[in-house]
């Protein structure tokens, strides 16, 4: 091995990177990603433990959203560094006796990925050091169809994730490529999208004399209204 790669960390993968690939067993059998998943957007994402409250509270939630992701074209993929036999009791144990927020007899149906020797952990920067070095962080990885990262989220032990803001996150990406447009804060289908800005002054000009079917704030904010049906109708599957 490399003297400078024992001595240093593997950089952790950025936005627009090839997601990492590795083959892992999971509670749902062997997988090999991301090579499975292409046509599909995955979201994968790590918790620090088995058994533990925070960690129940998300997995309850994310398998109760599972349909909805689908409908978006979107696999769900789970990972800690615990070993397959303690997922398979945890899981058991939510299904059998845990109820939160009126869910219960919760099924998770997605992989949850053994990692004991931390391998897919490390690859993937979910182990910081500064939080724990045997935790995997709460981090989220969304990828799309061609094994692409697009979104990086990390969120400490302690805090629990927003999964309404995953799905937002979800639909906000594959809006922009479907339709060329870029997404304004808190956006949600059905608000009005930001048309990206003029390359050129002969453009820009243009805009603000004609305007068409945007307002233009300025030469460079410009939006344009997008039908919230036209929106979830080109994104979701029937």
């Not at 799905?167 to 999208?193: C, K, M």
């Not at 000009?205 to 300025?218: A, I, L, P, V, Y």
Request: charged fraction near 25%; proline fraction near 6%; include cysteine.
């Amino acid at each position: 091995m490399d003297v400078n790669t024992q001595t240093n960390p593997p950089s952790m993968p950025r936005i627009g990177d090839k997601a990492p690939a590795f083959k892992a067993v999971t509670t749902q059998g062997e997988i090999n990603f991301p090579d499975q998943y292409a046509g599909n957007w995955v979201i994968l994402f790590s918790h620090p433990a088995d058994f533990t409250p925070v960690c129940t509270s998300e997995f309850m939630t994310f398998a109760t959203m599972e349909d909805q992701f689908a409908k978006a074209n979107c696999k769900l993929v789970g990972l800690s560094v615990d070993g397959l036999y303690s997922h398979i009791a945890w899981l058991r144990t939510i299904k059998d006796k845990i109820v939160y927020r009126g869910m219960k007899n919760v099924e998770v149906k997605f992989p949850l990925i053994e990692d004991i020797t931390m391998e897919v952990a490390k690859t993937y920067g979910m182990i910081q050091p500064g939080e724990s070095t045997t935790k995997a962080v709460r981090a989220v990885f969304v990828i799309d169809p061609k094994g692409i990262i697009r979104t990086i989220i990390y969120y400490p032990l302690s805090l629990g994730r927003n999964f309404d803001e995953l799905y937002r996150v979800l639909i906000a990406l594959q809006t922009a490529d479907a339709f060329s447009v870029a997404t304004p804060a808190d956006w949600r289908p059905g608000d009005e999208v930001i048309v990206p800005p003029a390359g050129s002054c002969g453009v820009a000009k243009e805009r603000m004399e004609n305007k068409q079917d945007m307002t233009c704030h300025d030469w460079f904010f410009c939006t344009k209204k997008l039908d919230k049906d036209k929106v979830l109708g080109t994104i979701l599957k029937k």
